[in-house]
């Protein structure tokens, strides 16, 4: 049985790609959410009905939770019977976690305790980062214990998010969840409170086993698209096309190869797996391999253009796509946009035409580039000499293949094979 406390009113600190979402939901379930960012813009926006980025079906959900009343944003911590933490948790230069917007969150919280509250963790972490949390609440407030069942008990629990961007609304409900909780209690109440939302399964665990699940999800994909990579490297030198290769192989029942492609992006599956590598070094070898493959297949793609482009006087090169995945604006930790702007950096001479269909302008990464131009497809394959493909963006599996016949074609998608 969980602890009976009451869990009417919710503060979400964070108000990012997880934890708006996550406010939005809660409070479209009938809690009064208050959602505290540091972004003065981001809480005006929000306020006003609106979502400071792109995720099918959230501006609508939010637009209807801020004008009845149940959602509102702020930039100090309220006073709330529950709370969610989600917000960023960056690696420093030595891929180390850097814990200080846990740190910052936690010592924002403490200062509004009364006793009896629960505070989640949603923010991905590595092992123990829940108990640290909990520490640094309770030496803020020695007054209160983790212990359960008391008049001065706090409730602590890791609640790991599992939604893909672009889908993150329908996932939110749907996923199964894994919620650990430092004590069985935390736990408890914590499925109490998603159960609210959520309608796939509340799988309960302790906070260590639930933090090391979230990384090994995405550590797991990680492995497996750098097996599909190094893969596509070895096939390439053999003169093997290496999308069939592995649509062959795919027809054995117990093989299931991912896609290899220009390298891994988004803050996820390529930050992860260095929580658990940052953890126990010596002990992840092949977790740590597996990231450095991802990492070094921007490299072999440039090395590539650079070579063909080599061959002409002054090379037009079409790069399309330069998000971090089919279909989505997100360029953060994009290698296909770290591959455009290395190969505008490094061409000696030479232009760069950019065709990305889901941007109205180039990142400010690109001011001063001068040999870089954002064009259309049909445009951009015209006047190219290279067609790069980077992101198999569903505009580009259209296209007419007429049209690529005269180009030197590098497709690191196999769209167009
Ligand atoms: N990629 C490949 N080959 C593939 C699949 C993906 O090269 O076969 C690349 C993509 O192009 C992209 C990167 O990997 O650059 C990551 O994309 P993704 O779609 O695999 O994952 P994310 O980062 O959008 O979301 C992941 C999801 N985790 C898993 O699928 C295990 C999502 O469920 C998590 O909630 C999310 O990370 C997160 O927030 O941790």
Known sequence: MSPKIPLNTIGVIGLGYIGLPTAAVLAQAGKTVVGVDVKQSTVDAINDGQVPFVEEGLEFVVAGVVAKGKLSARTSTPRADAYIVSVPTPFTGDHDVDLSYIETAAEGIAENLRGGELIVLESTSPPGTTEHMAEVVLRARPEFTGEP?????????????????????VEMVENDRIIGGTTREAAELT???????????????DARTAEMAKLTENAFRDVNIAFANELSIIAERQGIDVWELIELANHHPRVNILQPGPGVGGHCIAVDPWFIVSSDRESSRLIATARSVNDSKPEHVLQKVL???????????????????????????????????????????????????????????????????????????????????????????????????????????????
């Open 149 to 169: 069942d008391l008049p001065n008990s706090l409730y602590f629990a890791h609640a790991p998010e599992r939604v893909l961007p672009g889908r993150i609304m």
């Open 307 to 417: 070579e063909r482009a080599d061959r002409f006087k002054n090379p037009t090169i079409a790069a399309l796509g330069i998000a971090f995945k089919p279909n989505i604006d997100d360029l953060r930790e994009s290698p296909s946009k770290n591959i455009t702007l290395a190969m505008a950096d490094r061409l000696e001479d030479g232009t760069v035409l950019v065709v990305e269909p889901n941007i109205d302008q180039l990142p400010m990464e690109f001011d001063g580039l001068e040999n870089v131009e954002l064009t259309g497809l049909e445009e951009a394959v015209s006047r190219a000499d290279i067609v790069l493909l980077l992101v198999d963006h569903a505009p580009f599996a259209d296209f007419d293949r007429e049209k690529l016949r005269e180009k030197v074609l590098i497709d690191t998608k196999g769209l167009w094979r």
């Open 191 to 205: 499925r109490d409170l998603y159960a609210s939302f959520c309608r796939g399964q509340l799988l309960l665990t």
